[in-house]
């Protein structure tokens, strides 16, 4: 294109604009910035993460966790770490794992939830499980953005598995929690677990996935995609006639 062209195509949306009066008021009202990071707009944000939770597996009901269970173990990098759970473009392009920011973890939210006589540990590695009623695992991705997050196998990490093969020693039932941008391979891996629960990346209110797996709320997340089996179903359609995916197109179970 030219110059000419170009100016007179530019020249013409600011006519536009100008006629229909934004360059009167060309700021927005800085009144709404007292709102940012509020207890409304936390409320909403937990809403969405209510909402958006996928519960995948749920072997005899296992889910919803009783709020007067007398020992729960929770491991994992992801069970206490707001940074993970925000992912990418939180605070810095591709995100940070820590306390980035203001917010609740999910090990905050199971805290909050059971009664005074549960007893909730927690630690990282999933070691100390022994003896609990059930142990709650958080795995998933760390946080990235853009091409810096290209995967070509979706891999559970070495530590998610590490924890996982610790939880498993207990030989206690496990309810685990993924935080992810995208489905990681899970296929061999799923039958030790009693529960599997697809929580995305909720941002700063974790305590909205607890409110799922305590059963304050009803899961009623859908999958949007179809859950591959291996890496070779990537791209999945699931109008295909040999479409075997591990979880289907909008899949999602309800209690």
């Given at each position: 294109?030219?110059?000419d062209?170009l100016?007179?195509?530019?020249?013409?949306?600011?006519?536009?604009?100008?006629?229909?009066?934004?360059?009167?008021?060309?700021?927005?009202?800085?009144?709404?910035?007292?709102?940012f990071?509020?207890?409304?707009?936390?409320?909403?944000?937990?809403?969405?993460?209510?909402?958006?939770?996928?519960?995948?597996?749920?072997?005899?009901?296992?889910?919803?966790l009783?709020?007067?269970?007398?020992?729960?173990?929770?491991?994992?990098?992801?069970?206490?770490?707001i940074?993970?759970?925000?992912?990418g473009?939180?605070?810095?392009?591709?995100?940070?794992?820590?306390d980035i920011?203001?917010?609740?973890?999910?090990?905050?939210?199971?805290?909050?939830t059971v009664?005074?006589?549960?007893t909730?540990?927690?630690?990282?590695?999933?070691?100390?499980?022994?003896?609990a009623d059930?142990?709650?695992?958080?795995?998933?991705?760390?946080?990235?953005?853009?091409?810096?997050?290209d995967?070509?196998?979706?891999?559970?990490?070495?530590?998610?598995?590490?924890?996982?093969?610790?939880?498993?020693?207990?030989?206690?039932?496990?309810?685990?929690?993924?935080?992810?941008?995208?489905?990681?391979?899970?296929?061999?891996?799923?039958?030790?677990?009693?529960a599997?629960?697809?929580?995305?990346?909720?941002?700063t209110?974790?305590?909205?996935?607890s409110?799922?797996?305590?059963?304050?709320?009803?899961?009623?997340?859908?999958?949007?995609?179809?859950?591959?089996?291996?890496?070779?179903?990537?791209?999945?359609?699931?109008?295909?006639?040999?479409?075997?995916?591990?979880?289907?197109?909008?899949?999602?179970?309800?209690?």
């Open positions: 294109q030219s110059e062209r100016n007179d195509a530019v020249f013409r949306i600011l006519k536009v604009k100008h006629q229909m009066g934004l360059f009167d008021n060309p700021y927005a009202s800085k009144r709404y910035a007292r709102d990071g509020s207890k409304k707009h936390r409320k909403i944000a937990k809403e969405a993460v209510r909402k958006s939770v996928v519960l995948l597996k749920n072997d005899d009901n296992i889910l919803p009783s709020k007067n269970i007398n020992k729960i173990h929770v491991a994992g990098i992801g069970a206490n770490d940074g993970m759970q925000c992912g473009w939180t605070i810095e392009w591709q995100g940070k794992m820590g920011t203001k917010g609740t973890t999910i090990l905050d939210g199971i805290k909050s009664s005074r006589k549960t909730v540990s927690y630690t990282k590695d999933g070691s100390g499980a022994n003896g059930v142990g709650i695992v958080v795995i998933g991705e760390t946080p990235y953005a853009e091409g810096m997050g995967d070509g196998e979706l891999k559970l990490s070495s530590e998610d598995l590490a924890v996982l093969t610790e939880m498993k020693s207990a030989n206690i039932p496990l309810v685990v929690i993924m935080l992810s941008g995208r489905p990681l391979i899970i296929t061999e891996h799923l039958n030790d677990w009693d599997f629960v697809a929580a995305w990346l909720p941002g209110e974790g305590d909205g996935v409110d799922i797996i305590f059963g304050n709320y009803n899961p009623s997340g859908k999958l949007s995609f179809s859950w591959p089996e291996s890496i070779s179903q990537i791209p999945s359609d699931y109008k295909d006639p040999n479409y075997k995916p591990l979880f289907k197109y909008n899949y999602g179970l309800k209690y």
